[in-house]
């Protein structure tokens, strides 16, 4: 009995659920390169070219090893997953059996769940949907974990999971005595500190191809197509991960936080784009660090910091995704509405920290955690960018964005759109912190230390004026206390002071003057 066994592009993974059962000889497996894939959003170039190259060594790997594969790519115009599952059923090729079920496995975003469920609705033969086992938790586990909860903190998930997947473990206590390590890391990069390069690739024969199909079908999308260099394999991916764990993984708790001029990479394990397409298991990270912890390769402080991105956070958020969805999507507790200032596609504007994240971002389709949140996050924050437009920027620069995990990441941790269910408190800050963590400021042409005044720092006066702005709705919380205070101590000269100053920078954003 035939089985057609349908790999989306972020399924890489040959120990994936829907290939468990194949039978080389009789069965088929269904990969399509797809319009609707393609652009529900305009990918950065060098995203599709990750995907799409990685796409096709996939199968190329599974043809390797005598699978039969059949491979649509871009030329055969077919628009969504059931367009190409309706061609193979209704007009079968030479050689291609007669298919009596369809196997995959459950996809990592909602819209295609609600495609596939569309399409298992009317079609004549069954189509089975796999749980993902690539993922450290289940769905329900999650859900079980959260119910009764009002909000979620991830910190007391990553524990439950520690402990159940003896992760970082002694006698049933964290090694070291302690879960968290944070207050060792969070340093600022020395000056005369130089990371390593990261270990990068060149393009081979199929990956040239797709760059040059993807300049030609998608010119004018963000972001730069020259100098790819990311993983398609799992042969390299592999290799990314232990070029971390030996180079990098020692000093990445020391500088998780850190931003320097020029400097994009720093001691970050750039392996995200590889978990998220199936080529990296997170649980072969996970152990990857712990055995260089073990063999006193690298502090546990790094370790524990980096495990806890994976077990903790990533878990984490994919759980809330599939927990809040498709709600999740609609939410805006600070009522933002304003349009994305052109800057974030450009990089020109004066504010040297914002110009330094979207440059590297348009170059690599990579910027770190902390850029991510505290510069670019932070700024949509202050400035009250819509949450729709936030998302869909987010979703759409990133090689490692898919929804499951750009979501939670942006309506939650950045926007503060979920009213405080995924973080505590909005992560909001004036220029003092990126000062602390950067040496951006140095090169800036705005003052950090100024709070008005036409040199001052928009993050300064942009950040009490969120406060005032969202008083309402933030006065409450008790990790807003301090902050409340402060701001109530201020004169009304002062208050009014910041609110015509960010009135006037927030005026000449909407009109989209140089800011
Ligand atoms: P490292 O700093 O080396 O961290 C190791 C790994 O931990 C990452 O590869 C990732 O798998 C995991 N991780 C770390 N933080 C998070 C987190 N907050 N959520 C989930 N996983 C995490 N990550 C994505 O994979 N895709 C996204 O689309 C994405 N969008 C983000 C948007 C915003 C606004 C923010 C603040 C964070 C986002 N992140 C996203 C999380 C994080 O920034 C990236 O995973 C990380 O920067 C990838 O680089 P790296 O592999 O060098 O990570
Ligand atoms: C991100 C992406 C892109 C750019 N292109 C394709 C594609 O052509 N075919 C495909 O199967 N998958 C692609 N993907 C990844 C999908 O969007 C991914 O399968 C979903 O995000 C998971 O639900
Ligand atoms: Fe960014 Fe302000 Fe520093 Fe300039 S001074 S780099 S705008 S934080």
């Known amino acids: 009995m035939a089985t057609l066994r349908l790999i989306l592009g972020d399924q890489l993974s040959e120990n994936i659920t829907s290939l468990q059962d194949l039978n080389p000889t009789d069965d088929c497996v269904l990969m399509c390169e797809l ?35 059949h491979y649509f790519n871009l030329d055969e115009a077919l628009d969504s997953f059931s367009d ?12 291609m059996p007669s298919f009596k079920k369809i196997v995959v496995t459950h996809p990592g975003e909602y819209r295609v769940l609600q495609q596939l469920k569309q399409l298992k609705a009317v079609l004549k033969i069954p189509l089975e949907i796999r749980p993902d086992h690539r993922f450290l938790t289940t769905q329900k586990q999650f859900s079980d974990w959260a119910k009764g909860r009002k909000q979620l903190r991830m910190e007391l998930f990553y524990r439950q999971i520690r402990k159940n997947l003896n992760i970082l473990m002694q006698d049933g206590a964290p090694v070291g005595g302690q879960w968290n390590y944070d207050k060792d890391n969070r340093k600022a990069l020395p000056a005369n500190l130089a990371p390593p390069m990261p270990l990068g690739f060149k393009p081979d024969a199929i990956t040239r191809q797709v760059i040059k199909m993807v300049g030609e079908r998608f010119p004018s999308n963000f972001g730069a197509l020259a100098d790819f260099h990311y993983a398609v394999t799992r042969t390299q991916a592999l290799q990314v991960l232990s070029h971390f764990i030996e180079q990098r993984l020692s000093l990445f708790g020391d500088y998780q936080d850190a931003m320097k001029q020029d400097q994009p990479w720093l001691f970050h394990s750039h392996i995200g784009l590889y ?10 990270a996970i152990r990857a660090a712990e055995k260089a912890w073990q063999e006193g390769k690298a502090p546990l402080s790094a370790v524990e910091g980096f495990i806890r991105q994976i077990l903790g956070w990533r878990e984490f958020v994919r759980g809330l995704y599939w927990l809040k969805m498709p709600n999740y999507k609609h939410e805006n507790f600070l009522q933002a509405d304003r349009a994305l200032p052109e800057f974030y596609w450009s990089g020109k504007t004066r504010m040297n920290c914002i110009s330094q994240c979207v440059q590297q971002t348009k170059e690599h389709a990579y910027a770190h955690h902390i850029q991510r949140l505290m510069v670019l996050g932070n700024f949509a924050l202050l400035s009250g960018l819509s949450p729709k437009e936030v998302n869909d920027w987010y979703l759409l620069v990133y090689a490692d964005a898919i929804e499951w995990v750009e979501l939670p990441n942006v309506s939650g941790m950045i926007l503060f759109a979920d009213a405080g269910y995924l973080a505590s408190k909005p992560y909001a800050a004036g220029g003092a912190y990126i000062n602390r963590m950067s040496d951006y400021c140095k090169h800036c042409h705005y003052k950090v230390k100024e709070k008005t ?15 005032d702005r969202n008083r309402q709705a933030l006065k409450g919380n008790p990790r807003m206390a301090l902050v409340y205070k402060n701001l109530e101590r201020m004169s009304e000269n002062q208050i009014g002071a910041i609110r015509m100053q960010a009135d006037s920078f927030l005026g000449k954003l909407d009109k989209g003057e140089a800011v």
Do not use: D
């Open 35 to 69: 319009v609707e894939e393609t652009t529900y959003v305009p990918h950065h170039k060098k995203k599709l070219v990750f995907f799409l190259s990685a796409m096709r060594h996939f199968a190329q790997q599974l043809q390797r090893k005598g699978v039969n594969v």
């Open 84 to 95: 190409a599952i309706e061609r193979v059923l209704n007009t079968p090729s030479a050689g």
């Open 275 to 284: 978990l998220n397409i199936g080529l990296l298991s997170p649980m072969e």
């Open 453 to 467: 005044g036409s040199n001052a720092c928009p993050f300064n006066y942009l950040y009490w004026r969120f406060l």
